[in-house]
C-alpha cells in the first residue's frame, strides 16, 4: 500500500479492517440488489482484467481499457 511505506501500525490495521467490514458489506447488498452473488462479482472481474491483460491495456486509465 502506498501509505507510510506500507507499514502499519496495529491500530491501522484494525481501523481498515472496520472500513472493508463496510465495503464489503455496501457490496454483498448491492450484488444482491442487481441479482448477482458475490462470486459472480469475482468471475466477471477476473474475466475483466484478464481480457485487460491479453489487450496490454492494464496499465491503462478508465473503466473501459
Known sequence: MRDKDGEYKEADKHALAL???DIMWYAA???S???YSLS???ELNIAK???RVERGTIHGVGDNR
Request: cysteine-free; overall charge negative; glycine content about 20%.
Open 19 to 21: 472500513e472493508l467490514g
Open 29 to 31: 447488498n448491492l450484488s
Open 33 to 35: 440488489v442487481l441479482g
Open 40 to 42: 459472480e462479482i469475482a
Open 49 to 51: 482484467i484478464a481480457g
